[in-house]
């Protein structure tokens, strides 16, 4: 006997059943990208067997396509092949400091309405912290992923930007490590690890890239812009010029890149917009087959800047036909293009002759092996190792958390007269908060951001511990008006303290906009030096930016109490602003780039690519190791509510650098200037490091983090165009206060105690190098093995 039930239910609670179920059958029932288990006519190809090795699956997929296939699967768009089951994919998404969606490969919406927005780059870079880069890179990536399982975001993310901060107007500087390519190489492996997954083997969690290969810190300035300028050294480009150094890519331009991939083991790199000596980047196969693919054995692929390609025939002129230019850019080793130009113009190049089928094979042995590695061939991503991944885990409160931790750490305190901060909300209980950035959110995040989870601005932080009287004094950064000044002023004469938030957005500076100066935009600089002059109680100075300012006039004024430089600290920043002003965390960044007095910009136009100094053309040169002129704020200046002591415990004196096989003997060093030097490769640079002990000391009330920063001085005598000095090692320590904490150091003799000589050759100097660490110096003496010296 069969019962019939009867079950009744509202209208809208049956409709909110109904598609409760509908969502939940979509999202079970998507189609995975290849390989799917319910494709009986594809899913026993050899391609799909997850036990072959990954050479044979790539093997046997590519021999499967035909000509006009294999061609459409070479831009960013892939198109889809439904008779082998593989479905259309978007190489094109972006996660600089967060799942982006600047790219089309992402998109926000449903339940994944935002992402973790984490500090711009130069903020993070200022913490010189690398674990925590890779950290934000882990996280990043756990939500890139958890995307990709819920359908709204790809695999392939185009970052990081590891470019050189040459000149302080470029407006993409925001998103680099700085000037210093130790720094940026550091930052590149482990934001890349921590993206990709540094404990999967060859599987990849997702797909990093680093970008944008090389010499690249040029968009648009004085009339020229990134998609016509051709890199090389000189004032003003032209035929004639000299070219771009094989020193200054050696020792500059290159190293991140290097390192991104060699360290990093970065899934992908991208070739830029410009020319270097007169050839396109996504062109040269001197510096992407030979030395990306070469030397470096990236183990991966190339991909072209957004129509870089269609940009160096048709803007540039490299080449006479699209065909031609899309054969000598995939002869040059590029494998993917952002773009359609080589999807349009691939097989007419095949068709004349001046390309083969088996080079585009070549290239979609490298796409089609990145995705391998990423089990988009592995069937339904459910049942992978990271299938289980969701909307709980974005924006998850550790992930904020982080966000926050990261803003603080970022931040630098660059002026505390008589020790004016922290403010106290006990001293301090009314605060005026005044400027065009005391109440942004967007500004925070700088560019290539997504939508954060949420936000927290400077005036809610602030106001968190305080009273508040919130006065713009700016409608805008731009400040072309007086108008609100007058009530700001007068808010600052009422409060117990004045807290200034000022700086730059992307209006200012940003893609595509190069700054034309280092001054505070319009009539901001006015404004500060009123309410200062004005305000009852201490002024604070707190600069958004990604670029240097020069504010020399509140460095000189004795009326401001302390300047602080916040970057763009992300989602979380208006909490840390408030944290480092009120001392619940004690400031602990440092400035990864120079920042210059305004000046030093009359001196060199933004085209110069030479980074060491011309005196006799009274050029100055760039960035802390080659310029030695007046400075605002040093690389690597930030102060702390506690005073570091550092000292040497345990160093050596002497170092043997042992030569290799038949390059032991002393003609194997080269006279440079008055000192000698081995080449790199002529060494046994295998564990060749030096080890130092360092006590620091806090001595000050408060807990704290240090920086430790590591430079060294070459020999006398090497010659000019070597570095004043390079940073060789940098380490963060936790140091309790009136405690000590010992820290280790190992500096890689070969890769930082070198020199690059004006052929691009890496050398060893011998003789005395000087070690730096804050106010210390200790001497060691660097001696070829085989003139009888041991280390000691």
Not at 449 to 456: E, H, I, L, N
């Amino acid at each position: 006997m069969t019962r019939s039930i009867s079950l009744s239910f509202p209208p809208s609670l049956l409709l909110l059943l109904i598609l409760l179920l509908v969502l939940g059958l979509s999202a079970a029932t998507q189609p995975p990208f290849a390989c799917d288990p319910g494709e009986k006519t594809t899913k026993d190809f050899p391609f799909c067997r997850v036990s072959l090795p990954v050479a044979e699956r790539v093997r046997d997929f590519i021999g499967r396509l035909t000509l006009e296939e294999k061609i459409k699967l070479l831009g960013n768009t892939a198109e889809a092949v439904p008779r082998l089951g593989i479905k259309e994919y978007e190489w094109w998404s972006e996660a600089l400091h967060g799942v982006s969606n600047v790219g089309p490969g992402t998109k926000f919406g449903g339940e994944f309405p935002g992402a973790t927005i984490f500090p711009q780059v130069i903020s993070t870079a200022a913490s010189f912290n690398a674990s925590l880069w890779e950290q934000i890179g882990g996280v990043v990536s756990d939500e890139a992923r958890a995307m990709f399982n819920g359908r709204m975001a790809g695999l392939t993310y185009w970052s990081p930007n590891v470019n050189i901060f040459r000149d302080p107007r470029w407006g993409r500087g925001q998103e680099t490590p700085g000037e210093d390519p130790v720094v940026a190489g550091e930052y590149a492996a482990r934001y890349v690890r921590g993206l990709q997954g540094n404990d999967h083997g060859e599987r990849l969690k997702v797909a990093a890239c680093c970008k944008h290969y090389t010499a690249y810190d040029l968009d648009n300035w004085s009339g020229f812009d990134r998609l016509h300028f051709n890199a090389q050294v000189g004032c003003f480009p032209t035929a004639a010029s000299r070219k771009v150094s094989k020193q200054d890519l050696e020792d500059t331009f290159n190293v991140p890149f290097r390192e991104c991939v060699l360290q990093g083991k970065v899934a992908s790199v991208m070739c830029s917009y410009n020319q270097i000596n007169g050839i396109p980047t996504c062109a040269d196969p001197k510096i992407l087959r030979d030395t990306i693919r070469g030397n470096w054995r990236l183990n991966g692929y190339i991909v072209s800047d957004c129509d870089s390609v269609e940009v160096f025939y048709d803007k540039q002129s490299y080449t006479l036909t699209p065909e031609e230019a899309a054969a000598s850019a995939i002869k040059a080793g590029l494998d993917l293009d952002c773009g359609k130009f080589l999807g349009v113009h691939t097989g007419v190049a095949i068709k004349r002759g001046i390309l083969k089928e088996a080079d585009v094979d070549r290239a979609l042995v490298n796409t089609v092996t990145v995705q391998m590695r990423l089990g988009m061939f592995d069937g339904e991503p459910s049942a992978q190792r990271f299938g289980n991944l969701g909307p709980g885990d974005v924006c998850t409160p550790a992930h904020k958390e982080l966000a926050l931790e990261a803003a603080r750490q970022g931040i630098v305190l660059l002026k505390n007269r008589k020790a004016s901060l922290p403010l106290s909300p006990h001293r301090h209980q009314t605060v005026a908060v005044i400027g065009p950035n005391s109440d942004v959110t967007v500004t925070m995040i700088g560019n290539y951001a997504g939508v954060a989870c949420d936000y927290t601005s400077p005036v809610q932080g602030i106001g968190r511990y305080v009273k508040t009287i919130h006065r713009q004094g700016c409608i805008d950064v731009a400040c072309t008006s007086d108008q609100l000044f007058g009530e700001a002023i007068e808010a600052s004469r009422q409060a117990d303290a004045t807290v200034l938030i000022m700086g730059l957005e992307q209006s200012i500076e940003a893609e595509g906009k190069d700054r034309d100066g280092l001054l505070l935009p319009g009539r901001q600089q006015e404004l500060v030096s009123k309410v200062a002059l004005a305000s009852k109680g201490p002024t604070v100075l707190v600069l958004m930016s990604g670029g240097p300012i020069d504010v020399s006039f509140a460095e000189n004024d004795r009326h401001m109490a302390g300047i602080i430089w916040a970057g763009y600290p992300g989602q979380a920043g208006g909490s840390a602003i408030a944290d480092i002003l009120f001392g619940t965390h004690n400031p602990g960044g440092k400035l990864p780039m120079t920042w210059y007095p305004q000046d030093y910009l009359s001196k060199l136009p933004m085209t110069k690519m030479d980074m060491r100094s011309d005196l006799s053309k009274s050029y100055p040169g760039r960035t802390y190791r080659f310029y030695n002129g007046p400075v605002l704020y040093p690389f690597g200046h930030g102060l702390s509510y506690s005073k570091f002591v550092h000292t040497i415990a345990a160093a050596p004196t002497i170092v043997a650098i042992p030569l290799a096989g038949r390059h032991q003997g002393s003609h194997n060093t080269t006279t440079i200037s008055e000192g000698r030097a081995i080449r790199v490769t002529h060494t046994k640079c295998n564990r060749l490091s030096i080890g130092l002990h360092v006590d620091v000391r806090n001595a000050g009330s408060r807990d704290g983090s240090h920086t430790l920063l590591v430079f060294s001085t070459p020999p006398a005598g090497v010659g000019h165009w070597a570095p004043h000095k390079q940073l060789v090692a940098f380490k963060k320590v936790h140091v309790r206060a009136g405690s000590q904490e010992r820290v280790d150091i190992n500096i890689d003799v070969c890769k930082y105690l070198s020199v690059v000589d004006r052929s691009g050759i890496r050398r060893i100097t011998i003789g005395e190098h000087s070690l730096h660490i804050g106010d210390i110096r200790h001497s060691i003496s660097l001696q070829a093995a085989n003139l009888g010296v041991t280390k000691s």
